[in-house]
């Protein structure tokens, strides 16, 4: 199949071509037929599917081969979870759309609203969007959604991890009913379900393919560490390899921080990225990170995802996920639309557990080695019970112990956080 056998005009045709596509990507097989045909469409597919263009192609087209309204009204609203993600649409959009008439802008939290209102002022035909902004715009009558006739939200499940389901449903009523609306999502929990339900009409189903074949094109491997020495054993890696382009994950924003410092102390380019950076850091880090000014950026699980970084050669998981579809999402960034890639995960015993459930998850057990001079050597002893005399054990339990989890307590309080 070509792209050209899917009906895409030929101003669309000249840009993928720019772009370097030589054939579509299954998601976008199957959804830009529907997408032409009106049809609602619930899409399973994740980052590096190439589902951005799946809806993009097809909507620019509607689009431009319909006249411009007096005023151009927003005719096609894109809600996305991440600040990031909604700046990759709209790029996206823009390339794709370069020798068409169709007008696309972004808006998102974090920035100042008023270069926000003056593009809105000017005429929209396609708005991308995260929900808080596009909420606090439609209060103060900065934009209408009345004449919204394409409703697209993009990585449902994470909107829905991150608290935006009132939000979401708040925006559904400012809309019109008859529109068309696709939804995509990496994973189907009851809760996406619900909310498909809620709003979709006799949607088409539409699956990329599968995550495990995605998932087994992907060299993985991981190394068996003790905790405390990962830091020395990822920057012994990334200098034996000489690896120049690494995306290394963090459980936390703290620990994305601290790494980055060490990496810098020796010698290796690096940022953090993560929710308590200001919109202007985060692109910032984006950019340098895809120029080669720096070599390794420390994300977290929230600020990464969606992140567009095209043929990324390495992706170290410096901390295992506590969700195993987080696994699959994070070494995503690799071996994207079918270039291979490496993934390697740092283990410390604590994380054995999690591993296991990831293995459940992707079917298979990545190669597993210890790194010389890194063997592991903590062991996990059982909790003793309360009340009784014999003395308590040496190591460390599989939460660490009463020390580390004091100067956990220091750092992040008693809640645990994610982003
Ligand atoms: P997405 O899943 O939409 O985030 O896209 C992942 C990456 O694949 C992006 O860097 C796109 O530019 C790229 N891409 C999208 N469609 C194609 C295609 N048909 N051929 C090659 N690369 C593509």
């Known amino acids: 199949m070509s792209f ?87 790029a996206n959009l823009d390339q794709y759309g370069k020798f068409l008439d169709v007008r696309s802008t972004v808006i998102f939290g974090g920035v100042s609203a008023n270069p926000q209102i003056t593009a ?51 925006v559904l009523q400012l809309l019109p009913k008859d529109r068309q609306n696709l939804l995509f999502s990496a994973t189907f929990s009851k809760e996406i379900k619900a909310l498909a339900g809620s709003f979709l ?49 963090t459980r936390t924003k703290y620990g994305a921080n601290k790494l980055a410092d060490k990496m810098g102390k020796n010698g290796i380019t690096a940022v953090p990225i993560h929710g308590n950076k200001s919109q202007n850091a985060r692109t910032k880090a984006l950019s340098d990170f895809k120029k080669g000014k720096v070599r390794v950026l420390v994300a ?32 995503g960034r690799t071996g994207r639309a079918g270039e291979s890639g490496e993934a390697v995960s740092l283990v410390s015993i604590e994380e054995v557990p999690l591993l296991k459930d990831i293995v459940k998850l992707i079917g298979f057990t990545p190669k597993t080695e210890e790194k010389e001079g890194y063997e592991s050597t903590d062991v996990v002893v059982p909790k003793q ?7 308590k054990p040496q190591g460390k339990s599989r939460h660490g112990n009463q020390a580390n989890r004091n100067k956990r307590k220091k750092y992040y309080g008693n809640k645990s956080r994610r982003n």
């Open 4 to 90: 050209k056998n899917l009906g895409l005009s030929e101003p669309l045709l000249k840009a993928i071509a720019l772009q370097g596509y030589k054939n579509p990507t299954p998601i976008q097989e199957k959804s830009i037929p529907e997408v032409f045909a009106g049809k609602d469409v619930l899409a399973s597919a994740q980052t590096g599917t190439g589902k951005t263009a799946g809806f993009t192609l097809p909507l620019l087209q509607i689009l431009s081969e319909n006249p411009v309204r007096k005023r151009r009204p927003i005719r096609v609203l894109i809600l996305t979870p991440t600040r990031e993600l909604a700046a990759q649409i709209l």
């Open 120 to 170: 809105l002022r000017k005429g929209i035909d396609i708005l991308v969007a995260t929900p808080g902004r596009l909420l606090d715009l439609e209060n103060q009558r900065k934009l209408s959604l009345h004449e919204v006739d394409h409703l697209v939200l993009d990585e449902a499940d994470r909107m829905l991890d991150m608290g935006f389901l009132r939000d979401i449903k708040r």
């Open 201 to 249: 009409h006799n949607p088409v189903l539409v699956e990329a393919t599968p995550e495990n074949t995605t998932v087994e094109k992907i060299q993985q491997k991981v190394y068996r560490v003790d905790k405390k020495k990962k830091p020395q054993l990822i920057i012994q890696l990334i200098k034996e390899g000489n690896w120049q382009q690494v995306l290394v994950f």
């Open 300 to 331: 977290t699980d929230i600020a990464a995802r969606g992140l567009d970084i095209p043929l990324l050669p390495h992706v170290v998981n410096f901390e295992i996920p506590n969700v195993p579809e987080d696994y699959v999402h994070r070494i």
């Open 385 to 391: 019970k309360q009340n009784n005399n014999k003395p």
